[in-house]
């Protein structure tokens, strides 16, 4: 599969039929029409941060990149070497070892101090930008930039990573499932009888090119799930509606709630032995064997037609990552 080099909206869709282990290729208009009347369609309504920050540290070159929010001041962050999102992850120098208390100084003058280091890994810090809340969120936005990776090839402008439903800013990286959703094809999806609703969640970092960190990843993320949703679910599951998660973000706050309206924080990492108490489908991109939302996936799909579904994207030349093509698969 190919990289999207630059954002687009129009894509490719692949489809899943779980129960009948179909896989075939349709364009992202046709959504409402592979949906029922009756089904409930869930947005993470996150707006996306910008959570990446250039800078110097005794010297030596640094990017900081924002990957979880502790409190209403202290951030987790991991730590890059000298480059920029044109590097691979992979590919970039470590950075200079820090430990708790110096300042990394970043662009725009802001200071992140640095208060722990994670035990996993020296790169996973936690930092404090030692600003009132009132200054840092300003300060963040006129500082940083999106989090991008070096399959785009040209820097990527914060409003090209917000979905048409992106309100308050929880989100590191942008929920990207959505991405391809029009306000011609929600309308599309109302008209077919298909129910939307809302939650929030802070999705983080997808991939860091250091194997102890990329390794526990996704981390424990923030979400609220509205009362309106959770009765909306009730509701779907009673009629004999299917309840499809627009992302993996998704996905994991519903089955990580308990459908318990209100804020929490899930843990929860899914896989081929998980079993879905909410979620019936999911859209979501094209993922690679052996990260975090392709092992989410195998909840949804057994093997085999996930490796189906590969190769038909593979041999359609499907764009991969977040402005790439999609996927759904359909469990029920």
């Known amino acids: 599969m190919r990289?999207?080099?630059?954002?687009?909206?129009?894509?490719?869709?692949?489809?899943?039929?779980?129960?009948?282990?179909?896989?075939?290729?349709?364009?992202?208009?046709?959504?409402?029409?592979?949906?029922?009347?009756?089904?409930?369609?869930?947005?993470?309504?996150?707006?996306?941060?910008?959570?990446?920050f250039p800078g110097v540290f005794e010297g030596a070159p640094v990017e900081l990149r924002l990957a979880g929010l502790r409190d209403d001041r202290t951030f987790d962050a991991v730590l890059f070497g000298a480059g920029s999102f044109r590097h691979r992850t992979e590919d970039r120098p470590a950075p200079p070892i820090v430990a708790a208390g110096p300042v990394i100084r970043l662009d725009g003058g802001l200071e992140?101090?640095?208060?722990?280091?994670?035990?996993?890994?020296?790169?996973?810090?936690?930092?404090?930008?030692?600003?009132?809340e009132e200054r840092l969120w300003p300060a963040l936005y006129a500082a940083g930039r999106p989090i991008q990776y070096s399959y785009h090839v040209v820097a990527v402008a914060l409003a090209a990573v917000q979905t048409l439903a992106a309100g308050r800013p929880w989100s590191f990286e942008p929920p990207s499932a959505a991405l391809p959703l029009t306000?011609?094809?929600?309308?599309?999806?109302r008209a077919r009888g298909v129910r939307v609703?809302?939650?929030?969640?802070a999705a983080g970092l997808s991939a860091t090119g250091d194997p102890a960190i990329d390794a526990a990843l996704p981390f424990p993320e923030r979400f609220e799930l509205p009362e309106a949703t959770v009765r909306a679910i009730q509701e779907t599951r009673a009629s004999g509606g299917r309840v499809v998660a627009i992302g993996t973000t998704v996905v994991r706050a519903l089955e990580g709630s308990g459908l318990r309206s209100g804020t929490g924080v899930t843990d929860l990492k899914l896989g081929a032995s998980s079993r879905l108490a909410v979620v019936d489908a999911v859209l979501t991109g094209v993922h690679e064997r052996g990260v975090s939302h392709y092992e989410l996936l195998r909840a949804f799909a057994p093997d085999r037609l996930l490796e189906k579904g590969a190769a038909l994207a593979e041999e359609a030349g499907f764009l991969a990552h977040e402005f790439g093509d999609s996927c759904l698969v359909l469990a029920a």
Do not use: W
């Open 112 to 132: 992140a101090r640095v208060g722990s280091v994670s035990q996993l890994s020296p790169r996973l810090v936690a930092v404090d930008f030692g600003l009132p």
């Open 197 to 201: 609703a809302t939650v929030a969640h």
């Open 183 to 189: 306000s011609t094809l929600l309308a599309g999806l």
């Open 3 to 52: 990289a999207a080099s630059r954002p687009r909206r129009g894509t490719q869709l692949l489809v899943l039929e779980v129960p009948s282990a179909v896989a075939r290729i349709h364009a992202i208009g046709d959504l409402p029409g592979l949906l029922r009347p009756g089904d409930l369609v869930v947005l993470n309504d996150a707006a996306t941060l910008p959570a990446s």
